[in-house]
């Protein structure tokens, strides 16, 4: 699902400052992928957001805020497997979508992209906070699951920066 055309995707489909799949590729492969939960396959959602993005950009030179971005691209990039969906979903947010795995393994994955951030929460002094989701019977729709990692999200964001919560 991480499919590119060459060493990138889509130009349409891609996040030109990350080099990642943008929202519209996510959402449009999304739903796709949402419909292996109802058949039994674990399927869990990260949410990442730098922290207190707008006043860091604020006061930060455009071609640094580029450059920073770059840096998560090829940061989060690598992390993921070729059945995982990834993309920058908005100003300051990514998505991870997770295929086979459960709550326990996105904790992992999520620990590992946190350690991987370290230097450019060095350099920077950004902080990211995740929140993730599994996928549960009871979730009709996609946005049934989104909106359960985004509530965890929520509640990361709520004790400060460089938080994680994950809901089963």
Known sequence: MNDTI????????????????N??????????VFATGSRGVPLTVILMEIDHFPEWAGR??????GRVFRSIGNTLGPVVRQSDLIARSDEARFALCLVDCNV????????????????IRK???????MGGAAFDVDMERPE???GAA????RVARSRGSNQMEFHR
């Open 6 to 21: 060459g060493s990138r995707g889509h130009p349409a489909l891609t996040d030109d400052q990350t080099g990642l799949p």
């Open 23 to 32: 929202r519209l590729h996510f959402d449009t492969v999304f739903g796709v």
């Open 60 to 65: 930060t030179d455009a071609s640094e805020v």
């Open 104 to 119: 326990a393994g996105a904790v992992l994955v999520a620990d590992r992209i946190d350690g991987l951030l370290d230097s």
């Open 123 to 129: 350099t920077t002094g950004l902080g990211f906070s």
């Open 144 to 146: 049934d699951l989104m």
């Open 150 to 153: 985004e509530e965890a999200l």
